[in-house]
């Protein structure tokens, strides 16, 4: 199976990456699939049944209206996030949904969209199934569909060990751990970034690469400038205020404060602008998933504003190497909260940041899987006990952290030669492993930890 950077990093929507953009994409492709197969014009009624976490958490996450949006036949990348709420709002009043935008069927907002909050599907904890009825009420067309992280999405006769999206495409230097990149490295004189590169030159050239992965950057780049600007509460019940404006006007004011630790202020700007974002809905880049989005945004940004020489080519092999890194973790593990817990989220999110940082700053292959090795080692056991069910606390401050984390973790790896006593092979299966025997109340259900000792108010 091959994956590509541009499957690891995607523009999204707000406020998470398995519970906004994977359910979002799905329903969308069992709508398509309605027009394709035919069944379109005799449908009269749509309905979906969210399950697992989906079920547990996804009034908090907008699960239940990206199915209404993807229904609607609008994706995570275009779908106009000023007037995503509205367009819900007015399907639930109006008792009418637009399938593929152009089929109308009737529609009542609490009969067709169905959150089980103690119901699983098998496969995966975020579980949905999709119906298409006539006019008599018999079934047209039933789906089910699975979003394993990331907003990747795959079928529902998908077996539990299915992580990733198959694709068949022979890669020049495939590789599914650490230790198999690292020899390719070694063999054949490659940085990180180098073998990627040669990979993703199978699906498309270099030129277009290099412009898709910059596009990503943009995105990224407005997103802080969005989050530094908005003010105001966040979304969703809370009353959580967002910090990113008044941080970026104290440290834009303050010129010429002399403190050492200036730069870990602006990183944390950068990462709470992000995940602002992410939690009111907003346009955001999954990296690799929404609710830790905020960490390779941040320590980009680092690298931009904070190291000499650092340039678009610097930008283009930090996304390479990250990506690297998140491939691993997406074969081998899971980025997935629902499955293993925040540390699949946040903690490959900080272990592919340190990794594409370590690249830029001219690290050594054994170097960049060093610093990798100690952005997932220190995240080992990280819970996903969102409050609400809501992607804000302690998500929002917890990137901040992350990202501060990843810069460390680079920064430590090029003080070594690369050698050390754990290798990242070793900690993704460990990660895992830990994810497996993590309670169920720990993994984006909101029914442990801060999401039962914190009163939502």
Known sequence: MALSVLDLFSVGIGPSSSHTVGPMRAAKLFADGLKGDGHLSATKRVQAELFGSLGATGRGHGSDKAVVLGFKGLDPETVDTATADDQVAAAALDAELWVCGDHRVDFNWDEDVVLHRRKSLPAHPNGMTFRALDHSGAVLSERSFYSIGGGFVVDGDADAGDRVVADATVLPFPFTTADELLEICKREGMSISDVMLANELVWRSEAELREKLLALWAVMRECVDNGCAAEGILPGGLNVRRRAPSLFQTLTADTGVTDPLRAMEWVNLFALAVNEENAAGGRIVTAPTNGAAGIVPAVLHYYIKFVPGADDDGVVRFLLAAA?????????????????????????????????LCEVLAGTPEQVENAAEVGIEHNLGLTCDPVGGLVQIPCIERNAIASVKAINAARLSLHGDGSHKVSLDKAIKTMRETGADMKTKYKET?????????IEC
């Not at 980025?335 to 540390?343: R, Y």
């Open 324 to 356: 690297a890194v998140g491939i691993l973790f997406k074969i081998n593990a899971s980025i997935s909260g629902a499955e293993v817990g925040c540390q699949g989220e946040v903690g490959s999110a900080c272990s592919m940041a340190a990794a594409g």
């Open 446 to 454: 909101s029914r442990g930890g801060l999401a039962v000792n914190v």
